[in-house]
T-cell receptor, first 112, second 115 residues
Framework: GDSVTQMEGPVTLSEEAFLTINCTYT??????LFWYVQYPGEGLQLLLK?????DKGSNKGFEATYRKETTSFHLEKGSVQVSDSAVYFC???????????FGSGTQLTVLP | DTAVSQTPKYLVTQMGNDKSIKCEQN?????MYWYKQDSKKFLKIMFS???????INETVPNRFSPKSPDKAHLNLHINSLELGDSAVYFC??????????????FGNGTRLTVT
């Protein structure tokens, strides 16, 4: 079945540091890939997505590239801010599935 | 102009009670979901409805019963609440066209605490 593996947290960075959160997946066919962000006390919000190999999703300075050869979709940001502190979820949706499969989430804390 | 709204936001109740959580979406989506998030932030799907028809029913105790009166609403009723039911419950919806490319839209969650 489909699965998503994210790097374990928590991750603590200083403001303006470079961020990478690793995400790899297992799926049949060619899934769509998503990153969601959950701020404290809120629901999950779509951060970015990519629907085919080599697509790059980007939003709010975050980027992730759909790498079919390594089955990865790593999230990156060049310079994090305190306001980026949140839990980040990688997820996939494959052709036959009527649901998203989520990774376990990575807690990010950015210190001033 | 909330897209997916859940009520209540917080729910504190005693073991053995019965409670309901309501969800409404104004996005015109055909598919709605209930997810459970535990204290470690792990998300587990519980149910999904498409146009009022149950399409996903994961291994969930039968004390949990979803009800969809129309495609814009998906409520969750829980009987005989147990301590282990304490969690945050999220409602979500999704556009049916191009389904597997479509993202989920989440509500802000209902934090259930069973004492």
């Amino acid at each position: 079945g489909d699965s998503v593996t994210q790097m374990e947290g928590p991750v603590t960075l200083s403001e303006e540091a470079f961020l990478t959160i690793n995400c790899t997946y297992t799926a049949t066919g060619y899934p769509s890939l998503f990153w969601y962000v959950q701020y404290p006390g809120e629901g999950l919000q779509l951060l970015l997505k990519a629907t085919k190999a080599d697509d790059k999703g980007s939003n709010k300075g975050f980027e992730a590239t759909y790498r079919k050869e390594t089955t990865s979709f790593h999230l990156e940001k060049g310079s994090v801010q305190v306001s980026d502190s949140a839990v980040y979820f990688c997820a996939l949706s494959s052709g036959s599935a009527r649901q998203l499969t989520f990774g376990s989430g990575t807690q990010l804390t950015v210190l001033p | 102009d909330t897209a997916v709204s859940q009520t209540p936001k917080y729910l504190v109740t005693q073991m053995g009670n019965d409670k309901s959580i309501k969800c409404e979406q104004n996005l015109g989506h055909d598919t709605m979901y209930w997810y459970k998030q535990d204290s470690k932030k792990f998300l587990k799907i519980m149910f999904s409805y498409n146009n009022k028809e149950l399409i996903i029913n994961e291994t969930v105790p039968n004390r949990f019963s979803p009800k969809s009166p129309d495609k814009a609403h998906l409520n969750l009723h829980i009987n005989s609440l147990e301590l282990g039911d304490s969690a945050v419950y999220f409602c979500a919806s999704r556009e049916d066209r191009g389904l597997y490319n479509s993202p989920l839209h989440f509500g802000n969650g209902t934090r259930l605490t069973v004492t």
